[in-house]
């Protein structure tokens, strides 16, 4: 036993080294760069670009009878492309050629999808500046606003407010039921836990207008009898909820098993482990997954347009008379033909759009961290609360003259 | 984590046994696993007990939408039996009402949309994976993300108020160079060619790509997700072996995102059918299947179900719940093939510390 081991230890300081690189003539091999350019390939790029848009240029101002901006940007494209492939071939194989062509096409594509992406955005708040630089659009509501009226008259007041009730009656139901169901499927698990799986994953496929024809036929014509805020918010709820049950389950499965199992180790109950253990360690993944679910809840307008009415005045009572919400508001804006009242949607589209994009960046800030990941101030306060720990071991260990000293 | 304060008091041993680490056969005894009873204390009963029941409470509640909708569904569908699927007009106050053409123009404007999406997300997604990297690939990956929460009006008021303007030349162009394909024919009830961009407006062609850009996002991220996931030892394998990076891509990266690549198609397959916002502001209703997909006129369920249910009867509203019913197994069947195959694709689920 001891023969083998000296000689396994042995032999690698005497074997002859078989990997290449470092040590023979002292240059360090370089790591193959694959996702870089070098200057030669962007000069194949511009020159293409170049060359292809001047053949665009050339082809509709003199040469054939073709006009229009979407043509001239296929043509030049094709044109690129045809040129690109020419420019590369000229000093390398088939093979280089399709790499930077498939580069290039997916250039293209990502290109175009971020491009018509920002400029949906940026078209909509564009045309939204006119309304929102009144500033009486934040604080007014419509009830004395006609259509013809211009837009330093009326604003959105009782629809942001509309909104905002309604999504927090809607996160009341579904913040501790979504969480603790998802804590059920993955703390308790089990048969039952397995049907509730399929059926809350079932149901991310309800198409959020039949939520919407649900709440419309169960409540308002069985119950209530009118169009108010608390059955928007159902219906926001119905349509919220499976999709908070689903990433808050997503989130709480990637908590590491032995994260658990150390505190199952140290002698804690199991409701004790889940909120001491497996709750803080995916606190910010939760988060994320409630204001993602936010975020989709207050942008649908199908569900609150069956269920919440349109009104013109504020109403702050969620239980009796219609309540509109941003949404629903844009899109009543947007059906008459009235150019003011146009700009008054596009202006209530960008309020609605600023507001998820402050949410998704609030999600953004809390979230995006791999469970148990802490944050600076979360760190600091975790060494601080550790320190402690252990001075009071150590002071109820230690006698009390060495303390002293 | 350390921030937690200690249990104060040890509760029952919850742990599954270890096998016994050194077994002892010197007296003849055989060595059987301990079994591990754990009784549980109070709070864990309250534990379980409150968690069941917020599970119990959730089914009840999804359960109802749907028992709820069946019920009230099979009214209508007892009248109209079969034909539900095979009428095309809907005017259930003379018992004549189906699916077909709302069916047919969903289905046309979900495969428009992925006809739109489907090149888009596969080649940002590679893109995203593959060749950028650093700061402007973080920053991408972001926006693609917050993209994917844009409201569905946002994108219907572009598509209304922009898009609809922007796109008839094209439309028009298709028309004419293509029209010799039915489906991409704008004829009158004659059958002569139209060409008055008054023949173009409100299609079915619109309504697809603007409901196509709002699920580029969604697919996109599923997309490159399963990319990312493609082993790092085959990648480097191909590289090893001479492969370009396309090379590398179509060797690697393609067959291991095969499943996402399907599953985020049909996820936003099943987001596209049930858009209804978007498609209500761009369309204009009509109840016959129109196989000319750039031509004014089409339908969908989710835009008849906003269209007709504020005039509805109460026969009526049953008939549109039908119709909602039907849509609902249809995303649902989808959803369930998407998340199985993408579930299939994925490996290595568990994490570790």
Do not use: C
Not at chain 1, 148 to 154: N, P, Q, S, V, Y
Not at chain 1, 228 to 249: E, F, H, K, Y
């Amino acid at each position: 036993m001891s023969d083998l081991m000296t000689e396994v230890v042995s032999t690698p300081a005497t074997a002859p080294r078989t990997f290449l690189g470092a040590g023979l003539d002292g240059e360090d091999e370089a790591q193959r760069e694959v996702r870089g350019f070098t200057a030669r390939q962007r000069f194949d790029l511009v020159g293409a670009g170049a060359a292809g848009a001047a053949l665009a240029a050339l082809l509709f101002g003199w040469f054939a009878p073709l006009s229009g901006a979407i043509g001239w940007v296929v043509v030049a494209f094709l044109a690129f492309l045809g040129l690109y492939v020419l420019l590369i071939s000229l000093d390398s194989g088939l093979e280089e050629v399709k790499d930077r062509l498939s580069a290039a096409l997916f250039s293209t594509a990502g290109v175009i999808l971020f491009g018509v992406l920002v400029f949906v955005v940026v078209y909509t708040i564009a045309r939204g500046v006119e309304a929102l630089s009144h500033p009486n659009f934040f604080v007014q509501t419509m009830q004395f606003a006609g259509p013809l009226d211009a837009l330093d008259i009326g604003g959105v007041a009782h629809a942001i407010v509309g909104t905002l009730i309604q999504i927090s009656i809607a996160l009341l139901i579904t913040i501790p039921l979504g969480i603790a169901t998802a804590v059920f499927l993955n703390e308790v698990g089990g048969r039952f836990a397995r049907f509730v799986r399929t059926v809350s994953d079932a149901m991310t496929a309800l198409p959020s207008v039949v939520a919407g024809l649900f709440v419309y036929a169960a409540v308002i014509q069985g119950i209530t009898h009118e169009r108010s805020g608390i059955a928007a918010s159902l219906a926001i709820t119905v349509m919220m909820l499976p999709i908070v049950i689903r990433s808050s389950d997503v989130v709480l499965r990637l908590v590491p098993g032995n994260l658990r199992e150390a505190s199952y180790a140290l002698g804690s109950s199991k409701w004790r482990t889940v909120w001491h253990v497996v709750l803080p360690t995916s606190r910010s993944g939760l988060v994320t997954a409630v204001i993602l679910g936010t975020a989709r809840g207050i942008g649908e307008t199908s569900p609150v347009l069956l269920t919440s009415g349109v009104s013109a005045a504020m109403n702050t009572n969620p239980f009796k008379g219609p309540m509109i919400s941003l949404p629903l508001q844009v899109f009543d804006f947007v059906r008459s033909p009235e150019p003011t009242m146009v700009a008054r949607g596009f202006g209530t589209a960008t309020v609605l759009l600023l507001l998820v994009l402050f949410l998704f960046a609030t999600a953004r800030a809390l979230g995006g961290r791999a469970p148990g990941e802490l944050s600076p101030r979360q760190a600091s306060r975790a060494r601080a609360t550790s320190a402690r720990d252990l001075l009071r071991i150590a002071s109820k260990k230690l006698p009390d003259p060495v303390l002293e000293n | 984590m350390s921030d937690r304060s200690i249990p104060s008091h040890p509760g029952p041993a919850m742990l599954a046994p270890a096998a016994s680490p050194a077994p002892q056969p010197a007296d003849g005894f055989e060595d059987v696993p301990r079994r591990v009873v754990s009784k549980h204390s109070f709070g864990d009963m309250l534990f379980q007990r409150s968690v069941l029941a917020a599970g119990t409470v959730t089914v009840l509640i999804m359960l109802a939408v749907g028992v709820f909708l069946s019920l009230r569904a099979s009214t209508a569908l007892s009248k109209t039996g079969l034909s539900f699927f095979t009428t095309q007009a809907w005017s259930p106050e003379t018992q004549t009402f189906g699916v077909a053409a709302v069916l047919f123009g969903t289905v046309s404007i979900a495969l428009i949309a992925l006809g739109v999406s489907v090149p888009l997300s596969l080649g940002t997604a590679l893109l995203l994976s593959e060749v950028l990297q650093g700061r402007l690939r973080n920053l991408l990956i972001s926006l693609v993300d917050l993209m994917a929460a844009v409201p569905s009006i946002v994108f219907g008021l572009w598509g209304v108020y922009f898009l609809q303007g922007s796109i008839i030349p094209v439309s028009k162009w298709i028309s004419i160079w293509f029209g010799w394909i039915p489906i991409f024919a704008v004829t009158d009830a004659s059958g002569q060619p139209q060409l008055q961009p008054s023949a173009f407006t409100s299609s079915a062609f619109i309504a697809g790509i603007v409901v196509g850009l709002m699920v580029v996002p969604t697919q996109t991220s599923i997309m490159r997700e399963a990319f990312t996931r493609a082993p790092v030892g085959e990648r480097e394998g191909a590289y090893a072996l001479g492969a370009t990076r396309w090379g590398m891509i179509r060797a690697v990266v393609l067959p291991f995102g095969k499943g996402g690549i399907i599953g985020g198609t049909m996820l936003g397959l099943g987001r596209a059918l049930g858009e209804t916002i978007a498609v209500y502001m761009i369309i204009s209703p009509i109840f016959t299947i129109n196989w000319q997909v750039l031509k004014t006129g089409t339908n969908s369920v989710s835009a008849l179900i906003a269209l007709r249910y504020g005039e509805a009867s109460e026969f009526g509203l049953s008939a549109l719940m039908a119709a909602g019913l039907v849509l609902f197994l249809l995303t649902l069947v989808i959803n369930f093939t998407a998340s199985s195959i993408v579930a299939r694709s994925r490996s290595g689920v568990e994490s570790d510390v």
